[in-house]
């Protein structure tokens, strides 16, 4: 009740009716002004001159119009630009870096690698590749559940530079499909394998609608250099914005799981913040 109601005392039945009559011609004209895209409304046409005429409905075929206007209007999802050359880095706030494990998931490394990052709370992107998601799509389902960021690298880790155009789409097109069949979502981002990015590639991945990540300090550990070498590498080239490179698969990967436990806690000791990149164009 408005202080105006308030001095005047309780609604007479009339003044009621009128008041509900002019709600509902106020949410009629809001329909009609919605606004385009940044563009002036559109204000409905003067009526025509003289008297209109209008048929009533019938109270049963009233009651089965479609009600319409209620919410924002849909539009198709924005694609990212296509790029010349992928992100090397990710913007943050403060001392953040990013972990990203590629060619997997393999069920004899990657758990190992999902338990050390559940012990301290850190979320990681995973590059898998197709045929390995067939044999292990319950590891991606862990990854949804456990906040994880999972990312496209081609369904059977070809050099794409040595592809058509068509053999490129159908990579990455049949491994977004089953990282959404296992993960539930398609993925946003994508990763060329060995590091070879050609035009295509940037054109058919930002088509798919993923963003280019490539890395800033790689472990180089599917060499198996020891596991205190990989240490050494994530450490001295820790900073802000770093995107750290390791694998899950596509190899004896043990040395990477225990150097992953060895640095983990010696990063966020440090005032780092790892954590996955933001996606800006969704």
Same mark, same amino acid.
């Given at each position: 009740?408005?202080?105006?109601?308030?001095?005047?005392?309780?609604?007479?039945?009339?003044?009621?009716?009128?008041?509900?009559? /002019?709600?509902?011609?106020?949410? &009629?004209?809001?329909? %009609?002004?919605?606004?385009?895209? *940044?563009?002036?409304?559109?204000?409905? @046409?003067? #009526?025509?001159?003289?008297?209109?005429?209008?048929?009533?409905?019938?109270?049963?075929?009233?009651?089965?119009?479609?009600?319409?206007?209620? *919410?924002?209007?849909?539009?198709?999802?924005?694609? #990212?630009?296509?790029?010349?050359?992928?992100?090397?880095? =990710?913007?943050?706030? &403060?001392?953040?870096? =990013?972990?990203?494990?590629?060619?997997?998931?393999?069920?004899?490394?990657?758990? $190992? +690698?999902?338990?050390?990052?559940?012990?301290?709370?850190?979320?990681?992107?995973?590059? =898998?590749?197709?045929?390995?998601?067939?044999?292990?799509? !319950?590891?991606?389902?862990?990854?949804?559940?456990? *906040?994880?960021?999972? *990312?496209?690298?081609?369904?059977?880790?070809?050099?794409?530079? &040595? %592809?058509?155009?068509?053999?490129?789409?159908?990579?990455?097109?049949?491994?977004?499909?089953?990282?959404?069949?296992?993960?539930? !979502?398609?993925?946003?981002?994508?990763? @060329?394998?060995?590091?070879?990015?050609?035009?295509?590639?940037?054109?058919?991945?930002?088509?798919?609608?993923?963003?280019?990540? @490539?890395?800033? =300090? !790689?472990?180089?550990?599917?060499? @198996?250099?020891?596991?205190?070498? +990989?240490?050494?590498?994530?450490?001295?080239? /820790?900073?802000?914005?770093?995107?750290?490179?390791?694998?899950?698969?596509? &190899?004896?990967?043990?040395?990477?799981?225990?150097?992953?436990?060895? $640095?983990?806690?010696?990063?966020? !000791?440090?005032? $780092?913040?790892?954590?996955?990149?933001?996606?800006?164009?969704?």
């Amino acid at each position: 009740m408005t202080k105006d109601q308030s001095l005047t005392g309780p609604l007479t039945r009339r003044r009621a009716l009128l008041a509900g009559a /002019a709600a509902v011609g106020a949410a &009629g004209a809001a329909g %009609l002004f919605t606004t385009i895209a *940044g563009e002036k409304p559109i204000r409905p @046409a003067a #009526p025509a001159a003289g008297p209109q005429a209008h048929r009533a409905l019938k109270p049963s075929a009233y009651r089965l119009q479609p009600l319409t206007g209620y *919410g924002p209007p849909r539009t198709a999802p924005r694609r #990212p630009l296509v790029r010349r050359a992928p992100f090397l880095r =990710v913007s943050g706030r &403060g001392r953040t870096m =990013v972990l990203t494990f590629d060619d997997g998931p393999d069920a004899r490394y990657t758990p $190992y +690698i999902l338990d050390i990052l559940r012990e301290y709370d850190v979320r990681a992107m995973f590059f =898998v590749c197709g045929e390995m998601v067939a044999d292990n799509k !319950d590891l991606l389902a862990r990854m949804a559940d456990e *906040g994880h960021v999972v *990312g496209n690298h081609t369904w059977s880790h070809p050099l794409l530079t &040595g %592809l058509s155009r068509a053999r490129i789409r159908a990579e990455m097109e049949r491994t977004s499909d089953i990282v959404e069949a296992a993960y539930g !979502d398609r993925p946003l981002w994508f990763r @060329a394998p060995y590091g070879a990015w050609n035009r295509a590639a940037f054109q058919l991945g930002a088509e798919l609608g993923m963003e280019p990540l @490539a890395w800033t =300090v !790689d472990t180089l550990d599917w060499m @198996a250099p020891g596991t205190r070498t +990989i240490v050494d590498r994530v450490e001295n080239g /820790a900073a802000p914005g770093v995107v750290v490179l390791s694998h899950d698969a596509g &190899g004896d990967r043990s040395q990477s799981v225990m150097a992953l436990r060895s $640095y983990l806690p010696q990063l966020l !000791d440090a005032g $780092y913040f790892v954590t996955v990149p933001e996606h800006k164009y969704a």
